[in-house]
Structures are given as structure tokens and as C-alpha cells.
């Protein structure tokens, strides 16, 4: 029996439904939460359930297209809005479920913040006392 590293669709919808992948698959988990484009499949992933709700008020909902486009509005900019904000929480929480260490979403700003203290200590160096 091989050993797969990416998941199927199965998987997938296991794995964003919070079902932990197999071992063999942790180094697609860490490239799915941290790699480039995480932050817009998470976003993608949280608004494409709201699709059909979204779709049914600009249909069939009566009345002027401006206060369909609203009532879209007033549901959708929360929802966004509410996704950003628990980005990190929701990322992390993928790392541990898969039994990687949650502190990986953090890796490329730690490595930002290195660089820019290097260049700040470099630029301005303590003086002694």
C-alpha cells in the first residue's frame, strides 16, 4: 500500500470539517495553513457556504435590486470581517488537530521581526554606559 501526500476530495472535506489527515500528509497541512495563499483559501473557504443564502436574497427576495444588494451587505461584510479576525485562532487550530505545532502560523513574521531588529540595531547600536 502507498503512502499518499496529498489528500482526495474525501480528505478534504474531512479535514476542513476538523478530522485530523493522516501522518503522511502533515507537510500538505503545514504547506494548506502557512504556505503562500492560506489566507485566501481560508477566506474562500468560509464565505463559499454562504453562496446559496447570498444567491436566494439577490433572487428571491422582492423588491429594489439596491436593498437585495444590502441585505448581501449586511450579511456578508460581518461575516468577512468576523473571518479575519479569527484567522489565527482557526489556522492554529488545524496545526494541533493535525499534531503539528500550532506556533508554525508564526514563523514567517518571527522571521520578519529578526530582520527588521537586526537592521534597527545595526543602524542604531547601544552605546555603552
Do not use: C
Not at 18 to 32: A, K, N, T
Not at 38 to 57: E, K, M, Q, T
Request: charged share 20%; glycine share 6%.
Amino acid at each position: 500500500m502507498s503512502t499518499r501526500s496529498t489528500p482526495n476530495p474525501l480528505q478534504v472535506v474531512k479535514y476542513l470539517l476538523g478530522r485530523p489527515l493522516p501522518e503522511s500528509m502533515r507537510d500538505w497541512v503545514v504547506r494548506d495553513v502557512t504556505g503562500p495563499g492560506s489566507r485566501r483559501r481560508y477566506i474562500i473557504r468560509g464565505v463559499l457556504p454562504f453562496v446559496p443564502i447570498l444567491l436566494a436574497f439577490a433572487l428571491l427576495v422582492p423588491g429594489p435590486f439596491v436593498y437585495r444588494i444590502g441585505m448581501i451587505a449586511l450579511l456578508l461584510i460581518p461575516l468577512v470581517y468576523f473571518e479575519i479576525a479569527l484567522m489565527s485562532i482557526y489556522r492554529r487550530h488545524l496545526l494541533t488537530s493535525n499534531g503539528l505545532d500550532g506556533s508554525l502560523i508564526d514563523v514567517k513574521r518571527q522571521a520578519r521581526r529578526e530582520v527588521t531588529r537586526s537592521e534597527y540595531e545595526a543602524n542604531y547600536p547601544r552605546k555603552p554606559d
